[in-house]
């Protein structure tokens, strides 16, 4: 199975600022990735698919990118509501499989 | 505007069975991929398994962890997709989400809001 790493597994950011997680995954899995925001309680949200599409709806400020093995999601300027866990995602081939998330924090 | 509510989580024994469904709407089941993720408590986000869409004849794939315990079925007259779990473990104690792709790609789109299954004695 692919596996995908996160980093950082957390991290305390300030309103305003800009953020960068990555993923990498241990082997090549074309552009076959996404990105999910996830609040306590609450299902995952799909913001980035095709690891640089946009999802419908989701703010502008969010944006991925990367192929291969590495990806970066980027949050240009946070909101008070950005403040969740985040996941990448492969699909490339299966299992599928999910990084372990990345908690961002105030 | 699509729809997903899972139902049939509870209580079950170790070495039980439950079934969980869920009620699709708002789009064509038959067009699309069909997966199940799991959150065990204070967890991340484990991927199950998955039905393809009927252009590719419905066939499924399975994380080694419940691959000949789980069986994901789908019934799209009734727009219903079904998670089958057998020999249940206190370790597959978890929300399981219904997803849909997304639609251009196949990963989970639409998530529905969860259902809490608990394994224990």
């Known amino acids: 199975a692919i596996q995908m790493t996160q980093s950082p597994s957390s991290l305390s950011a300030s309103v305003g600022d800009r953020v960068t997680i990555t993923c990498r995954a241990s082997?090549?899995?074309?552009?076959?990735l996404g990105w999910y925001q996830q609040k306590p309680g609450k299902a995952p949200k799909l913001l980035i698919y095709a690891a640089s599409s946009l999802q419908s709806g989701v703010p502008l400020r969010f944006s991925g990118s990367g192929s291969g093995t590495d990806f970066t999601l980027t949050i240009s300027s946070l909101q008070p509501e950005d403040f969740a866990t985040y996941y990448c995602?492969?699909?490339?081939?299966?299992?599928?499989?999910f990084g372990q998330g990345t908690k961002l924090e105030i | 505007e699509v729809q997903l509510v899972e139902s049939g989580g509870g209580l079950v024994q170790p070495g039980g069975s439950l079934r969980l469904s869920c009620a699709a709407s708002g789009f064509t089941l038959s067009d699309h991929y069909m997966h199940w993720v799991r959150q065990a408590p204070g967890k991340g986000l484990e991927w199950v398994g998955l039905?393809?869409?009927?252009?590719?004849?419905?066939?499924?794939e399975y994380a080694a962890s419940v691959k000949g315990r789980f069986t994901i079925s789908r019934d799209d007259v009734k727009n219903s997709l079904f998670l089958q779990m057998s020999s249940l473990k206190i370790e597959d104690t978890a929300v399981y989400y219904c997803?849909?792709?997304?639609?251009?790609?196949?990963?989970?789109?639409?998530w529905g809001q969860g259902t809490l299954v608990t394994v224990s004695s």
């Open positions: 995602l492969q699909d490339y081939n299966y299992p599928v499989t």
């Open positions: 039905t393809r869409n009927k252009a590719y004849s419905y066939t499924t």
């Open positions: 082997q090549g899995v074309r552009n076959d």
């Open positions: 997803t849909r792709d997304q639609g251009v790609v196949g990963v989970p789109g639409a």
